[in-house]
C-alpha cells in the first residue's frame, strides 16, 4: 500500500499545521501497514488515470454484511465496492459530489485517493449477483488527473456511484462499512451495497447509550447512539448521537401506525442527507442498559430499513461526524439536540433519571 504520507500531494498551511498532520498521517500509516497482505494489486491503490476498458461489478458474501458489491473482474476483483449518502444531493440539485477533488481535512483528494471512484470505458457489465438494471455511469470532470481530458464516467448502481477505500488492502476488506464520514462537503455515510436493490448492506444496527458534549453549553449528557465505524481500523465501533423528529408518530409496539404526512416519513432527500435514517439489515440489538423491547424498524420508501426506539424512526445527524486521534478530524458532539428544521424538530433520547 502507498502511505498516507506518499499520497500528501498539496501543502498544509503553516509548518505547525503541517508537522502535526504529518506526524498523524504517520502514526495512521503505521497501524495500517502492520496489517496488510502481499497483494500484486491491493484494493487501496489511487485511481491515477482514465479506465482502458469496461467495468464489472459482481456481488459476494459476507459475515456481517450478507450479499455486497465488489469490482468484478481486473486488478481489483473482489475488492469492496461502497456508496456515500451525501452523493445524493448531486442528484437532487445538481451539486458537485460530496467525495470530489476538492479541499478536505486531510488535504488527499476524496474521488481518486481516499475513496478511489470505479471507473469504466463503456458500459458497465453485470457480474453474478448484480441486477444489470441498476447499473449505470455518471460524467465526472472533477478528478484531479484530467489533464488532457473532458471527463470519465463512473459506475453507478440505482443511481449512486461506486467507490472503493484506501484501507481496504485485500478482496474481503469492508474497513469503510458504514463508516461517518467527516471529510467529504457534506458529511455523509459509507456503506457497502446490497446488490438485490442497491441499499445499504448495514449488517446488524446496535444501539448503545454515549456521554457526549451537549451544542456549546459546555455540559455532556447521555444519549442513545448508534455504532458505526464497524471495520474503520483507525476508529472502529464508535457511537454517533441518534435523533427522532417530531412530525413522525409511531407507538410502543415498535411499528409506525401513522404520520402526519401520510405512511411516508417526511424526512427523504435533502432531510436524509442532513439526517441520514439509521438502517439496520435486521432487527437491532440493544447494547447494555438500552431496553430491547423498545427497538424495531420500519421500511422506508427505498426498501431500506429504518431503526425505531418505541416506533419513533432514528436518524443520525451529519454536523456530528468525527474520526478521533491521530487523524482528528471533527470533533466529539451532540449538536442537533432541538434543531429545528423544515421537516420538524430533531430531539435526542436522554437515558431515565
Given amino acids: 500500500m502507498t502511505t498516507m504520507v506518499h499520497r500528501l500531494r498539496r501543502p498544509v498551511a503553516g509548518p505547525a499545521a503541517a508537522a502535526a498532520l504529518t506526524l498523524g498521517l504517520v502514526v495512521v500509516a503505521l497501524m495500517f501497514s502492520s496489517s496488510a497482505s502481499a497483494q500484486s494489486s491491493p484494493c487501496s491503490d489511487d485511481v491515477t488515470g482514465a479506465p482502458t476498458g469496461p467495468a464489472t461489478v459482481s ?17 481489483y476483483a473482489g475488492c469492496s465496492l461502497y456508496l456515500l449518502t451525501s452523493d445524493q444531493l448531486h442528484a437532487l440539485n445538481g451539486a458537485p459530489f460530496a467525495c470530489s477533488d476538492n479541499v478536505n481535512a486531510l488535504k488527499m483528494p476524496c474521488d481518486s485517493d481516499l ?10 457489465i453485470a457480474g453474478p449477483g448484480v441486477n444489470p438494471r441498476l447499473l449505470g455511469t455518471v460524467t465526472r470532470t472533477d478528478f484531479d488527473f484530467l489533464a488532457g481530458l473532458s471527463s470519465v ?17 485485500a478482496p474481503g ?35 448503545d447509550l454515549e456521554t457526549a458534549p451537549l451544542n456549546d453549553t459546555g455540559l455532556d449528557e447521555i444519549v442513545l447512539a448508534a455504532r458505526m465505524n ?27 401506525r401513522r404520520h402526519e404526512w401520510g405512511h411516508e416519513s417526511p424526512c427523504q432527500g435533502l432531510c436524509a ?56 478530524v471533527g470533533t466529539q458532539g451532540i449538536n442537533g439536540a432541538g434543531a429545528h428544521a423544515p421537516w420538524g424538530e430533531f430531539n435526542t433520547i436522554p437515558t431515565l433519571p
Avoid at 60 to 75: C, E, F, H, I, K
Avoid at 181 to 198: H, K
Avoid at 245 to 253: A, C
Fill in 173 to 207: 476488506d469492508t474497513q469503510g462499512a458504514n463508516l461517518d464520514d467527516p471529510v467529504t462537503s457534506p458529511p455523509g455515510i459509507w456503506y457497502l451495497v446490497d446488490p438485490r436493490r442497491g441499499t445499504p448492506a448495514t449488517g446488524q444496527a446496535e444501539l
Fill in 273 to 328: 442527507v442532513c439526517w441520514p435514517p439509521l438502517l439496520t439489515s435486521d432487527r437491532p440489538v440493544a447494547g447494555p442498559d438500552v431496553d430491547q423491547h423498545a427497538l424495531g424498524f420500519i421500511v422506508r420508501p427505498d426498501g431500506s430499513h429504518q431503526v425505531t426506539y418505541h416506533g419513533r424512526p432514528l436518524y443520525l445527524f451529519s454536523k456530528d461526524a468525527y474520526i478521533a486521534p491521530p487523524v482528528g
Fill in 59 to 75: 456481488a459476494a458474501s459476507t459475515t456481517s454484511y450478507g450479499r455486497v458489491l465488489v469490482v468484478g473482474s481486473g486488478a
Fill in 230 to 256: 464497524n471495520d474503520f481500523s483507525a476508529f472502529p465501533n464508535a457511537t454517533f448521537p441518534v435523533y427522532t423528529l417530531s412530525r413522525d408518530h409511531g407507538d410502543e409496539r415498535g411499528d409506525i
Fill in 115 to 124: 475513496w478511489p471512484a470505479l471507473l469504466t470505458q463503456g458500459a458497465p
Fill in 153 to 169: 464516467k463512473q459506475v453507478t448502481y440505482d443511481g449512486y456511484p461506486l467507490y472503493r477505500f484506501f484501507l481496504d488492502k
